[in-house]
C-alpha cells in the first residue's frame, strides 16, 4: 500500500503528541529547583559536569530578617544551589542516600529566601501533593501557643490542666494530675506510664471515645521519678489542643489560617487536619500540607517569626520555645514540642515526624530544610545526610 505525504505527516504528529504527554503531568504544574537524576557525582568529573558555587553569600543577603527581600508569594523564587553558595556534588550526594533507602519522598531546600533544590523521590513526583507529616504537627501546636500567648488569650504556661477540664477528672484519676500544667505537657515533663509510641500502646487512647479525657486518665508509674523526665508522649499534646480551643473558643484550623497559614500565603486549601471525636484537632499528628508549605513554616522560624513586614509569632517566643528544656536523649534536648541539636556552635533546631518527616532550621546559615518520609522507617536518619552532606555543601567564605 503506498503510503501518502498526508499520512506521513498525521503519523509524525501523532508521535510529537505521544511525546509531550510522556513529558508533562502534574510535576510540572510548579516550577522545579533544579536537581539531578543521577547518583554522586564522582570527583575526577565535578569540575567538568557542575558549576562552581559561589562564596561570597555573607556579603549579599542581609542576616536581620527586616532587611531581607526574598520572600515567597504565591510560589517560591526558583534558584540554584550554586548561586545560594551551596556546592552541588555533596548535596546530590545526600538525596542520593535518601533516595535509595525508598524511605523518602521529598527532599526540599531554601536558602535565603529562595528555592534552591528540590527532589520528589521515586514514589512521589508532584509537589502539589500534601503528604501527612505525623509528630511535625506537634511543632506547629506550639506555634499557634506561642501565638495565643502573644495575644493575651493565653497568659502562662503554669496553668494546670484541671482548671480547663474538671469535669473529666474521676475518683480513679491519678491524684498527680491535679499537679500537672500546660508547661509539663509541653515539655513532655509528665511522668505518666507511656512507655513507647508503638501501636499497641497508642491504639487503646486513639480509639478512645474522648482521647482528651482519656489522656488525662492515663497512668502514672506506681514510684514516682526523683525528678522531671522526659517521656515523649503524644495524648500531652491532645490535652493541649483541647485547653487551647476552650480558651480560644473556635476550632484550632480557623485560628491556624488566620493567624499562621494566610500570612504565610498557604492557602485553606493546601493544607488539612484530623480531628477527635469531640471536635478536637489532633494536637500531635494528622496534619498534611505539601513540602514547600512545611518550608514556609521553617522559614518563619528561621526568622524569628518574623515575615515580609509582619511579626507573626513574636521573637521571644520563637527564642523560648526552641531553647533547651529538657534533655531528650544523649544526642537532643526538647524544647516547646522542638527537638534542639546541643551544639553551641550551630544553632539547629526540628520538627519531628515518624517515617523519616523532618524540618530542619538553621538560622545562622539562612537555611531551612524539609525531609518527608513514606512511613517506612528513619534509615538513614535524615539527621546525618542533613549535617554530613547539606551544610558541609556550605561554600560561603
Known amino acids: 500500500m503506498k503510503v501518502t505525504t498526508a499520512q506521513k505527516l498525521l503519523v509524525l504528529l501523532v508521535i510529537a503528541l505521544l511525546s509531550v504527554s510522556c513529558t508533562t503531568g502534574d510535576v510540572n504544574q510548579l516550577p522545579l529547583a533544579t536537581a539531578t537524576a543521577a547518583g554522586p557525582v564522582p570527583a575526577s568529573e565535578t569540575a567538568a559536569r557542575l558549576p562552581v558555587a ?13 532587611e531581607r527581600k526574598n520572600w515567597p508569594k504565591e510560589e517560591w523564587t526558583v534558584s540554584t544551589l550554586e548561586e545560594h553558595c551551596l556546592d552541588r556534588a555533596a548535596v546530590e550526594k545526600g538525596a542520593w542516600y535518601l533516595e535509595q533507602t525508598y524511605n523518602y519522598s521529598s527532599l526540599v531546600i531554601i ?48 496553668h494546670k490542666v484541671i482548671e480547663y477540664f474538671p469535669e ?48 488525662i486518665n492515663l497512668k502514672f508509674p506506681n514510684i514516682p521519678a526523683p525528678k522531671p523526665e522526659f517521656n515523649y508522649c503524644t ?22 489560617q488566620r493567624n499562621l497559614f494566610s500570612p504565610l500565603g498557604i492557602p485553606a486549601g493546601n493544607w488539612s487536619w484530623g480531628v477527635d471525636g469531640q471536635g478536637n484537632y489532633l494536637g500531635g499528628y494528622g496534619m498534611y500540607m505539601r513540602p514547600r508549605d512545611i518550608a514556609r513554616f521553617g522559614y518563619l522560624y528561621s526568622n524569628q517569626g518574623y515575615w515580609d513586614g509582619k511579626q507573626v509569632i513574636s521573637a521571644e517566643w520563637v527564642q523560648e520555645s526552641t531553647t533547651k528544656k529538657i534533655r531528650a536523649s544523649l544526642t537532643m534536648d526538647y524544647g516547646y514540642l522542638w527537638w534542639i541539636h546541643p551544639n553551641p556552635a550551630l544553632a539547629v533546631f526540628e520538627a519531628r515526624g515518624s517515617g523519616g518527616h523532618m524540618l530542619s532550621i538553621i538560622p545562622s546559615l539562612d537555611m531551612v530544610i524539609v525531609v518527608t518520609g513514606v512511613g517506612g522507617g528513619d534509615l538513614p536518619d535524615p539527621d546525618f545526610v542533613i549535617h554530613e552532606y547539606i551544610i558541609k555543601a556550605m561554600t560561603d567564605e
Open 111 to 158: 536558602r535565603h529566601g529562595e528555592l534552591v533544590y528540590e527532589k520528589y523521590f521515586l514514589r512521589s513526583g508532584n509537589p502539589e501533593r500534601s503528604v501527612t507529616i505525623y509528630s511535625m504537627t506537634k511543632s506547629f501546636l506550639s506555634a499557634l501557643i506561642g501565638i495565643a500567648m502573644d495575644q493575651g488569650q493565653l497568659d502562662s504556661l503554669d
Open 168 to 215: 473529666y477528672f474521676t475518683p480513679s484519676t491519678d491524684p498527680r494530675m491535679k499537679e500537672v500544667t500546660l508547661r509539663d505537657l509541653i515539655t513532655m515533663s509528665v511522668d505518666f506510664l507511656w512507655v513507647n509510641e508503638n501501636d499497641i500502646t497508642v491504639a487503646p487512647w486513639v480509639n478512645s471515645e474522648n482521647m482528651v479525657k482519656s489522656a
Open 54 to 66: 559561589r562564596t561570597d553569600c555573607v556579603s549579599r543577603y542581609p542576616s536581620t530578617p527586616s
Open 235 to 256: 495524648p500531652n499534646t491532645q490535652i493541649l489542643s483541647g485547653v487551647l480551643t476552650k480558651i480560644l473558643g473556635e476550632p484550632l484550623r480557623a485560628y491556624a
